[in-house]
């Protein structure tokens, strides 16, 4: 005799994954490819400290791009301690060279002011003293470079760190045509940057001296990195008249 099919039960639909909160949700910026997550991601600071800091994901083939497309362009590093001096010199280059002046905390204070979510995360590392995102550096900085018609830049304070460098030269596939490094003491900068009044968050004496402890683990290693290269040359700053 025949026997009788086994009747199964159906099979209930696959459950969605749960969405615990809209933050979670990642929003696009279809400008960038750079996709921003609300939640909060382990990141090492620049003092080798673990900070809590919005999430920064970025698209393989997208973020990692050189926007400069054809653009040829001839780029110097400009390298020094917090009140070394760099901006003030800079001028001097851009006069007398023909030179084009970025500087990357310029850029960055101005995304801050544009009260973007991407500001808000600078503003805070700025305030800690930390390092900021590669990613978000480097992508203003190309921006200006295309903005701007001239084919020479000075980029004041940035590469600040060894991630940075190399993120930097794999985005842009730039190697700068030398680094300046304005080499001051200490004591002479603090007096500068206390000294200055220009109501800038980051220029009070706890943050002053975590910068200058930022400068000597992250940013010496890459003037040596430089150096062993032979393409930097060093500029002995001594006093305010310098």
Same mark, same amino acid.
Request: hydrophobic share 35%; glycine share 8%; aromatic share 6%.
């Given at each position: ?6 009747? +199964? ?29 609300? @939640? ?15 999430? $920064? ?11 400069? =497309? ?28 023909? *030179?084009?002046? #970025?500087?990357?905390?310029? #850029? ?6 544009? =009260?973007?979510?991407? =500001?808000?995360?600078? &503003?805070?590392?700025?305030? &800690?003293?930390?390092?900021? /995102?590669?990613? $978000?550096?480097?992508?203003?900085? @190309? @921006?200006?470079? %295309?903005?701007? !018609?001239?084919?020479?830049? #000075? %980029?004041?304070?940035? /590469?600040?760190?060894? !991630?940075?460098?190399?993120? *930097? ?12 490094? *304005? ?31 930022? *400068?000597? !683990? ?17 500029? #002995?700053? +001594?006093?305010?008249?310098?």
């Amino acid at each position: 005799t025949d026997r009788p099919t086994p009747q +199964h039960a159906p099979r209930a639909p696959p459950t969605p994954p749960c969405d615990p909160s809209p933050w979670s949700r990642r929003r696009a910026d279809p400008s960038t490819g750079i996709r921003f997550g609300a @939640q909060l991601v382990r990141r090492r600071g620049a003092m080798g400290t673990v900070v809590d800091a919005p999430a $920064v994901v970025t698209e393989k083939e997208v973020v990692a791009e050189n926007m400069l =497309g054809d653009k040829k362009v001839t780029v110097v590093f400009v390298l020094g301690g917090p009140g070394s001096g760099k901006g003030t010199q800079c001028s001097n280059i851009v006069e007398h060279f023909g *030179f084009t002046h #970025l500087s990357a905390g310029d #850029l960055l204070r101005a995304e801050i002011k544009s =009260g973007s979510e991407n =500001g808000t995360m600078i &503003e805070n590392m700025i305030k &800690e003293g930390k390092i900021v /995102p590669s990613e $978000v550096t480097i992508k203003l900085l @190309q @921006q200006a470079m %295309i903005k701007n !018609e001239n084919d020479k830049f #000075l %980029i004041d304070g940035f /590469p600040r760190n060894e !991630e940075n460098r190399a993120a *930097f030269e794999n985005v842009t596939k730039i190697s700068p045509a030398f680094v300046l490094f *304005f080499n001051c003491s200490e004591e002479e900068m603090e007096r500068r940057l206390l000294g200055r009044n220009e109501g800038r968050v980051d220029d009070n004496i706890e943050t002053i001296r975590k910068r200058f402890k930022v *400068f000597v !683990e992250s940013s010496l290693p890459v003037i040596e990195y430089y150096d062993a290269k032979d393409k930097v040359k060093k500029v #002995l700053l +001594h006093s305010h008249n310098d």
